[in-house]
């Protein structure tokens, strides 16, 4: 079973930066299905990106594509989301996840088994 704790959030001003980073403990993340989705107030989390444990490929929600960019380090137990280009839209809590379900289906929160507690991120115009 794995624990995550998110970090990295904090207040940006749009077209800024920030870089969240999910940090694993209790047993091998590169092992599991990775991901991290948001929620925004009054709305269902959402999916954001997502990196499969057998090849590593990466998976991208349209509304960030081009613009956040999902890794992981394997060395250090923990995967990275950079956001860039930050939108007001973009402001939520984000969460972090990891699967040993391998559904393939990536963007789906069932697909995640363990969660981390969130980070806000909050992105003024």
């Known amino acids: 079973q794995v624990q995550l704790v998110e970090s990295g959030g904090g207040l940006v001003q749009a077209g800024g930066s920030l870089r969240l980073s999910c940090v694993a403990s209790?047993?091998?993340?590169?092992?599991?299905?990775k991901g991290w989705f948001r929620q925004a107030p009054g709305k269902e989390r959402e999916f954001v990106a997502a990196?499969?444990?057998?090849?590593?490929?990466?998976h991208y929600a349209d509304s960030v594509k081009g613009r956040f960019t999902i890794s992981s380090d394997s060395a250090k137990n923990t995967m990275y989301l950079q956001m860039n280009s930050l939108k007001p839209e973009d402001t939520a809590v984000y969460y972090c996840?990891?699967?040993?379900?391998?559904?393939?289906?990536?963007?789906?929160?069932?697909?995640?088994?363990?969660w981390g507690q969130g980070t806000q991120v909050t992105v003024s115009s």
């Open positions: 996840a990891g699967g040993r379900r391998y559904s393939g289906s990536y963007n789906r929160t069932t697909a995640y088994e363990y």
């Open positions: 209790g047993s091998t993340f590169s092992d599991y299905d």
């Open positions: 990196i499969g444990w057998l090849i590593g490929s990466a």
